[in-house]
């Protein structure tokens, strides 16, 4: 189940199922999506990107779905593991995005748990 | 090379102490950012710096510093920093897209 308020958000899910990470992003103009996993003690790791002409895109035991006429971004991903358990971030980019430079605004993240 | 390191892990510094966190990569990325980050929440944005020249400053406190010495390295400069500044600081590096890489982070904590 889920759990808000001055917490983490948090997904508890079964090893094997599978999981959904839900993510609302604020800015409408925004070109480029982000998710990002953070395990305990360590910085956030890249999983998976979305540019906003797409409405999804499929890595390695992830999906990315972005709806963007309510502005929501989801991340699936497949057959869980405990090694999935983290803290998962959305971060969105701006449009007219040039140069080197990318200024991500993150979401509030979601803490998944995976129960062996 | 896909890594970030940062230097060092942990930092524990009182109010009128000057130290420094350090990053390196060597991945050839020409932006570079520092976040900080508080318990249960996500990174916020304090510098960034686009060809070893400051682009973004977030509006953060005089008492952080940062500095470019060459597009490999970034550092930040602490100087009488307050408790409410011990946080988890992130460096991530980016070349031409959003996707930046980024460290393991410094646990800063000020007494």
């Known amino acids: 189940g889920e759990s808000v308020g001055l917490h983490l958000p948090t997904l508890s899910v079964q090893e094997g199922d599978n999981s959904i990470i839900n993510c609302a992003y604020s800015n409408s103009a925004s070109d480029y999506f982000i998710w990002y996993k953070q395990e305990s003690g360590k910085g956030p790791q890249f999983i998976i990107d979305?540019?906003?002409?797409?409405d999804k895109r499929q890595g390695q035991r992830v999906t990315v779905l972005l709806n963007k006429t309510v502005k929501h971004l989801s991340l699936q991903i497949a057959a869980t593991q405990p090694g999935d358990s983290a803290v998962y971030f959305c971060?969105?980019?701006?449009?007219?995005?040039?140069?080197?430079?990318?200024?991500?605004?993150f979401g509030k993240g979601t803490k998944l748990s995976v129960k062996p | 090379d896909t890594e970030v390191t940062q230097t060092p892990k942990h930092l524990v510094m009182g109010m009128t102490n000057k130290k420094s966190l350090k990053c390196e990569q060597h991945m050839g990325h020409r932006a570079m950012y520092w976040y900080k980050q508080k318990a249960k929440k996500p990174p916020e944005l304090m510098f960034v710096y686009s060809y070893e020249k400051l682009s973004i400053n977030e509006s953060v406190p005089s008492r952080f510093s940062p500095e470019c010495p060459n597009s490999s390295l970034l550092n930040l400069h602490l100087h009488a920093l307050q408790p409410e500044d011990s946080a988890l600081y992130l460096c991530a590096s980016s070349q031409t897209t959003y996707e930046q890489y980024f460290g393991p982070g410094t646990r800063l904590t000020v007494t």
């Open positions: 979305i540019r906003s002409n797409m």
């Open positions: 971060a969105e980019g701006p449009e007219n995005y040039g140069g080197s430079q990318g200024n991500l605004i």
